[in-house]
């Protein structure tokens, strides 16, 4: 199907299914163990309904949202995912182009197949915009310094800790695929001696280590390592991962003052069973905005569609972020897939606020949704 013939989202994932190589796209597409998680997030959406309010005048739907000092074209943002250049020789750089023509901001995974500086520069071309640095403290905090700094340096806005990641989740297909990231590319963000050793643990195979310090640290705590970070950069610190009130409270009484969260489990591909993202939305965005220090909180995990943002907004997310669409987008075509695809969703999001009779943002609220009861039948919220 050609680019201009695709009208959803399903459409790009189609396209992006007959593109890849098998072991690429089950990187992509799977999630851990069995992929419980994965589906749950899927199926979260359907739990709710939307009301439908009328004769509202939406003539002119307003889907613009402030974050980082800057403008964003509706609530939604480029979730930090490693390796795009697996997906298209352009990559990291294109996805950067089309968020910045679409006006959505975008998180760097550490493990981008280009540097972060580079990354910024081909956005840059066509106008401003936010970057956020997916982070990970590893054992050789020199290596997480170097890498906050650079991001710094390079005017990054804030950094997205991840924190759903001690260890890498069991994720069967790399094991049965033999996952390795192909050898014409790497993972620049980290200097070239280190690289090997770091492709080892992204495969997953210890065994052939040679040099365990460039590995996520499993010993890291609330007390230190956030402070430890905060101690280093002045950039805003979001942590991404987060799924209970109980982390919420302690993010925000942390003194390395967090200043949001990312309710996520990163696509399904850590935690097997999971907590569906959407289904833990409303409890994290009920300890975050109670506390005396107000979180912002945007949410990520199976959104396909301009109903499913419509849906994590009115249950009190300030936004939203997408991490395999536009995958799907680069493996099709490039920076225009991935313009495809970020079109295609505010096309959706706009039309379903209109239908539902909104027309700014603060008009989504939990009135806007319905939530099926025991008996299977549908209640407002
Ligand atoms: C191929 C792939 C690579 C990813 N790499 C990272 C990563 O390096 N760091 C991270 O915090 N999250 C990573 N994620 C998780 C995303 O940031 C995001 O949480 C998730 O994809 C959202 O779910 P969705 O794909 O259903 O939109 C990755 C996701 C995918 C699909």
Redesign the pocket.
Same mark, same amino acid.
């Given at each position: 199907m050609a680019l201009s013939n695709m009208i959803c989202i399903r459409d790009l994932e189609v396209a992006a299914k007959s593109i890849l190589s098998k072991t690429v796209l089950e &990187?992509?597409?799977d999630g851990s163990e069995e992929g419980l998680a994965?589906a749950s997030?899927?199926s979260a959406f359907d739990k709710y309904k939307i009301r439908q309010r009328v004769l509202r005048d939406v003539s002119n739907v307003k889907t613009e949202k402030k974050a980082f000092g800057k403008t964003m074209s509706f609530p939604l943002a480029i979730?930090?995912?490693? /390796?795009?250049c /697996?997906a298209h020789e352009n990559g990291e750089r294109a996805t950067a182009r089309a968020a910045t023509k679409a006006g959505v901001f975008m998180?760097v #995974?550490?493990?981008?197949t280009t540097a972060l500086e580079d990354v910024k520069r081909s956005g840059d071309e066509f106008g401003e915009n936010v970057y956020l640095l997916?982070l &990970?403290i590893f054992k050789n905090r020199k290596t997480t310094e170097n890498l906050v700094k650079r991001a710094e340096k390079a005017g990054y806005k804030g950094i997205?800790l991840?924190c759903?990641?001690p260890k890498l989740g069991n994720r069967y297909n790399m094991t049965r695929n033999n996952f390795k990231l192909p050898p014409h590319l790497n993972l620049p963000n980290f200097g070239k001696e280190k690289v090997g050793p770091l492709i080892q643990h992204v495969v997953g195979d210890g065994s052939k280590q040679e040099d365990d310090s460039n590995i996520n640290d499993d010993s890291i705590t609330w007390d230190e390592a956030l402070p430890w970070l905060r101690s280093i950069t002045n950039m805003e610190i979001w942590l $991404?991962?987060i799924s209970t009130a109980e982390d919420v409270r302690l993010a925000a009484q942390s003194p390395a003052n967090v200043a949001g969260i990312?309710v #996520?489990?990163? +696509?399904? @591909?850590q935690l097997e069973s999971a907590m569906a993202?959407l289904d833990s939305l409303p409890e994290c965005v009920q300890a975050a905005k109670s506390g005396n220090r107000p979180l912002q909180v945007w949410v990520?995990? +199976?959104? $396909?569609k301009g109903s499913d943002i419509f849906k994590a907004l009115a249950l009190g997310a300030d936004g939203v /972020?997408?991490? @395999?669409?536009p995958?799907w987008g680069l493996a099709i075509a490039g920076e225009q897939g991935v313009s495809k695809a970020l079109e295609i969703l505010k096309a959706e999001f706009q039309h379903t606020m209109a239908l539902a009779g909104c027309k700014t943002l603060s008009d989504i609220t939990p009135s806007s949704l319905a939530r099926v009861t025991e008996g299977g039948f549908y209640a407002k919220l």
């Open positions: &990187y992509f597409n994965v997030n899927l979730a930090p995912s490693g /390796m795009q /697996m998180g #995974s550490t493990f981008a997916q &990970y997205l991840t759903d990641t $991404k991962g990312v #996520s489990n990163h +696509g399904g @591909r993202t990520d995990g +199976g959104i $396909k /972020m997408i991490g @395999r669409i995958l």
